[in-house]
């Protein structure tokens, strides 16, 4: 598996630097004065040198204790309550967005970095799918697949309508007993819990209803109207079965969650630096009260989210 990565890397490399002259053309290098092939460079090997560390992480907390195969794909749409293709159009809607901040400080133009940046993050994903589909404990989702197009399109879209995200998609996480009954399959460590733990996992769509008023509306472009959807209860992919002993006896449920959140980008700040850090943690959700819609219990409750 380390052996694929190493080719998925390479390959990887061989797509940015071969669209260096696509992206500073038709304008020219001569013409594009923005342009600047530094930090082009900067940005194609950091890009790379993440894209090596995640895949190995990964390889290490997900693929190593499962033996490699032929390439082969597997259903999993009925899987999770959907949390983990949730998961992929996240991983993909933040690195286009990362890819495409990425491009426009190398003085790319804004198109070319809209198209080429939101295409990183369905590159990234296309890599991680191609090492399910040689894993025997996995294989290629075409569900997968659909939500980091999905991912890939909710930042695309937006900047070339827009020229900014008026939706964001962000994520929380909360601790659950659950992995302590299943550690193989939920995580027996923080880091595997945070990967492979969806009951933990919260997905949300944050948007501010100043973005869609009349530019000299009061309404503060920060304050965020948020809805989410996760699940809980849940011990294996598609059912219980066996229930280990002394385990919670809850039932596995779809969780819908109805929130206020914080946009941080748009918190006004002097520093750059500050203004990138809060940029960075604007992945993920500000934890706020909130009501939470249970689908399978039909009842509604009003809770403390969490990141």
């Known amino acids: 598996m380390r052996q694929f990565?190493?080719?998925?890397?390479i390959v990887w490399l061989f797509f940015i630097f071969c669209n260096a002259e696509v992206i500073a053309q038709p304008d020219s290098v001569a013409q594009n004065k923005s342009f600047r092939p530094g930090r082009f460079t900067a940005v194609a090997l950091t890009e790379s040198a993440i894209a090596t560390t995640t895949l190995i992480g990964l390889n290490e907390l997900w693929y190593k204790d499962y033996p490699r195969s032929s390439f082969h794909f597997f259903n999993d749409n009925a899987e999770w309550f959907q949390v983990d293709k949730l998961g992929h159009a996240y991983t993909s809607y933040q690195v286009g967005k990362l890819g495409y901040a990425a491009l426009r400080w190398s003085g790319v133009k804004e198109n070319k970095s809209i198209?080429?940046?939101?295409?990183?993050?369905?590159?990234?994903?296309?890599?991680?799918?191609m090492l399910d589909g040689y894993s025997t404990g996995w294989g290629f989702s075409t569900g997968d697949f659909a939500a980091n197009i999905g991912g890939a399109a909710l930042f695309t879209s937006q900047q070339l309508l827009w020229h900014e995200q008026r939706i964001l998609m962000k994520f929380s996480y909360q601790y659950t007993p659950y992995a302590e009954y299943r550690p193989e399959t939920l995580g027996s460590n923080a880091a595997e819990r945070l990967l492979k733990d969806y009951n933990g996992q919260t997905y949300w769509l944050s948007a501010s209803p100043g973005a869609f008023m009349k530019d000299n509306n009061k309404f503060p472009p920060w304050l965020c109207f948020s809805v989410g959807m996760g699940a809980k209860g849940m011990l294996g992919a598609r059912d219980n079965d066996p229930a280990p002993f002394n385990?919670?006896?809850?039932?596995?449920?779809?969780?819908?969650?109805?929130?206020?959140?914080?946009d941080l980008s748009k918190i006004p700040v002097k520093s750059k630096f500050w203004h990138t850090v809060l940029s960075v943690v604007n992945?993920?959700?500000?934890?706020?009260?909130?009501?939470?819609?249970?689908?399978?219990?039909?009842?509604?409750?009003?809770?403390?989210?969490s990141m």
């Open 5 to 9: 990565i190493l080719v998925a890397v």
């Open 115 to 129: 198209w080429y940046g939101g295409a990183t993050g369905l590159a990234y994903q296309l890599i991680v799918e």
């Open 247 to 262: 385990c919670p006896n809850d039932l596995r449920n779809r969780i819908m969650y109805l929130s206020m959140d914080l």
């Open 283 to 305: 992945t993920l959700k500000v934890p706020f009260p909130g009501l939470a819609y249970n689908l399978t219990r039909n009842h509604l409750d009003g809770e403390w989210i």
